[in-house]
Structures are given as C-alpha cells and as structure tokens.
C-alpha cells in the first residue's frame, strides 16, 4: 500500500534540509566506554575537554560500589511517583544529606536539573506577579517562565544597572516578584553577580531564584555553590543545583525553607507525575555528596587544575573571554573557522566542542573547553600543545 505522504512529515524533512544548507546539522560525537579525562570518542582515544564531568564523578569506584549495592537492595526501578508509591528511604536519605551539604532547611530532589526548573517556577508565580530574568538564562529558566501565568522581563547579562531599571519600572504593579539568574553561566564561565542581585532584590521587596547547574560541585566550599562562594546564606530563596554535572550522575533539587519545599511536593509537577530516580542512582548521589562532605581534596584538585590550564591558554594568546570558573571558552569569532578548529584538535587527540550561533551570539564562535579533576598535568600539557599546534596553523594566535 502507497504511504499516505503525511506520514512523511515533507514539514520536518524541510526543516532538516535548511540545517544542513546553514552547516548546523551536527552528527552526536559517540563515547564508547565512560565520560573521563581520556574518553574513546567515535572510536579514537582523546582527551575530552567537554564533559561536565567536573570532579571524574561520573566513573568513580565509589559511585559505581554505592549504585550496585543499591540495586542489589532495591532494584532497577523505584516503581512509581514520588507521591504515590515511589519514595524510599534512600530518596529522603538523599534529601536530608542534600539539605546538610547546602546548608539549608530542606531539598526536594526532581528527575533532572532541566524539570526543576520547568517544574518549579510555575509551581510559585502566578498570574499577577512578576518574573525578572537574566538574558543569558538557560533554557530550562525559559521555559519554566513560559509555563508560568507570570509576566516575564529580562534584564541585560549581569548588569546591574539594568536590572535596577526593569525593578524600577515593574515591581509596583505585581504581587509577588522574582529575580532569576544562572549562578555560572555555561558559554562563558562568568560568575553571577549574586551578592548585588541580593542587595537590590532587598531593596525592591523581590525574592531570588539562583540555578547553581554549573557551580554545584565547583564553587563554593567543597561545591556547596555560589550562595555558599559569595556568604549569602539564608537570603537567596530557591538555589537550584544539578545531580548531573559535577556529582556525575542525574537529577536536579531545590533547596530552600521548610515551606518552600512542602509547597513543591504538592504542586512541582514533574515530583507529582514523572517517576522516582532508580536506586542506583539515588546510591550513587549519596556516596558522591558523602565524598563531598568528608573532604575538599575533589574541589581542591579541579581548582588547581582550571587554573593551570587558563593560565596556559591565555599565556599562548588566546582569547577566553571572560572566564572565571573551570569552563574556559577559546573565542575565535567566526562560525566555520570555530567549528574547523575544533576539528583539527580532535585529530591531534583532544575533543572541545564547537559552540557557534544561536548558542552564543554571531561572531562569538568558540570552542569551549572544561577542565576536570581528574585530568593530569601532562594532559593538560599535551592539550595546550595540541591547541598552541592547531591556533598557528589556522592562524588564530
Ligand atoms: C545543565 C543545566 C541545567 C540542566 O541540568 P540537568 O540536570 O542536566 O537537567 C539547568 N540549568 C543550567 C544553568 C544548566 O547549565
């Protein structure tokens, strides 16, 4: 029988065919074998300066003994929603070690970093009250925003100046007011300037809501995070942090007061109709915070490290923007010319990944390199080699 052609989805074919005439259309790299500073990538071993495997978490023989033993007791899957019947022991356990690391009352633990967001924001702002949102927010900040009855307003990257106006200008017409910003920002590396976010979110009467994706596990003492970093405890109100990144494993969680909390376990949809993590993975997060808490020796080496490796980059003349956190960019402005050089790294033996528009403005093109604990000096060494060979080659430096 002939296929109907609405099965062929002519629409989406379109859509693919101009990706690839604009060169976006991008083929997935394949690991084969764990995330680590030397990974095999599509069948080549290199070093992998791409992951968000920030402390080598993500195959480490602890985390790995601490997952099996949770199967072994709990099983592969933990059989419902949270809600329902999907808590364990070992997902309150989770919470409570969370809520101790972070210093803060209580941590409701969602599927992903990406659900916490989509999850929660909507969970507290409503029709009538406002929203006000760094314009380099992730994705996930965004939708989150978008699923919200709140009005939406975006102040310029980190400019204080701005966000003072947008403040100025909205906050008397809304109930309740919530400022949004990303703790790390992943395509640069720059650090919020949170502790003036705090003073004006004071000042205007607004509550603040910080996503710590990239600085759970990296800022802060032993990666308590940026609250932790800058000594804001107690006035930031939701701190949002990642499973996924530095701990090495999967899932999100907000941390907050008490009500805060209980609130999300009534009304943060993806705790009320998405699964419960698998065991392994709630046995591996605990072990990971447990080494977090019992020692700074991880945060400690992937501090040395990033500042190695930086100082190596910008000693070559490189230009990393401005970074100032293990995620280190190397800006080199055109889109073919970024994508090219990251190339010709993965055939000297390192992978960085190419990150051109619309993820960072046109003409901003760069490889973004991120360093990991686990990587060794001579690593390093061999990776600025490799970009020091390819930048005079294409004659960036
Ligand atoms: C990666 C990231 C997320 C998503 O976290 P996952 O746990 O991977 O879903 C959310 N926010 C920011 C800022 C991120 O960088």
Redesign the pocket.
Known sequence: MKTPSVHEMHFLKEKIDQLKEQGVYRKLPELQGPSGALSVINGKEVINLSS?NYLGFANHPRLKKAAIEAVEKYGAGAGAVRTIIGTMDIHNQMESILAEFKREEAVIVFQ??????SGTIPAVMEDGDLIISDEL?????IDGCRLSKAKTVRFKHSDMDDLERVLKENCHKYRNRLIIT?????MDGDIAKLPDIVELAEKYECMTYV????ASGVLGESGRGTVDHFGLHGRVDFT?G????AIGV???YVAGTRVLIDWLKHRGRPFLFSTAHPPAVVGAVIEAIKMLMESTQYTDRLWDNARYFKAKLEALGFNTGKSETPITPVIIGEEAKAMKFSDRLFEEGVFAQGIAYPTVPRGTARVRTIVTAEHTREQLDRAAEAFKKVGEEMKIL
């Not at 992903?112 to 967001?117: A, D, E, F, K, R």
């Open positions: 968000n992903s970093g990406l659900t916490c967001n927010n992730h994705a996930s900040i990303d703790g790390v920002f992943s996503d710590d994706a990239h949002i990642t499973l996924s990144k999967m899932g999100g």
